[in-house]
């Protein structure tokens, strides 16, 4: 499970690098939007995967999980807002939506590919 949250999160990177550098080339939207985008939804993705992670194990104090929570939760709401203080020409909706759209499409497409094996030959 661990190797396909990586592959998600591979992904995820890789396809935000792609969605920047095309829109960098063809000017249909500001690439620091995208950047900016994509960096919300990696920084959500391995949030939930750390936080799921310390939930599962059992030694692990829940002050700790509570404070990893609510700093998640303030940090996604701080990432859209400072986008919407930026000016236009640097982030715009549309790029920061394209951005943020690398999650569920690595989500989709790790789901249509097959799954990693372990050691096996």
């Known amino acids: 499970m661990t190797q396909r949250l990586i592959r998600i999160e591979w992904l995820m990177t890789t396809m935000t690098l792609i969605a920047?550098?095309?829109v960098l080339a063809t000017g249909i939207a500001r690439p620091f939007g995208v950047a900016?985008?994509?960096a919300a939804?990696?920084?959500?993705?391995?949030?939930?995967r750390r936080l799921g992670a310390a939930a599962l194990t059992r030694n692990t104090p829940l002050?700790?999980?509570?404070?990893?929570?609510?700093?998640?939760?303030v940090v996604l709401l701080a990432i859209?807002?400072?986008?919407?203080?930026?000016?236009?020409?640097l982030v715009d909706g549309v790029s920061f939506a394209i951005g943020v759209t690398t999650l569920p499409v690595a989500v989709v497409l790790d789901a249509c590919l097959p799954l990693p094996t372990q050691g096996r030959v």
Do not use: C, H
């Not at 859209?80 to 020409?89: C, E, K, S, T």
């Open 20 to 22: 920047a550098a095309l």
């Open 36 to 38: 900016l985008g994509g």
């Open 41 to 48: 939804a990696l920084f959500d993705f391995t949030m939930i």
């Open 63 to 73: 002050p700790r999980i509570v404070s990893m929570a609510l700093a998640k939760s």
């Open 80 to 89: 859209p807002a400072l986008a919407l203080l930026l000016p236009r020409w």
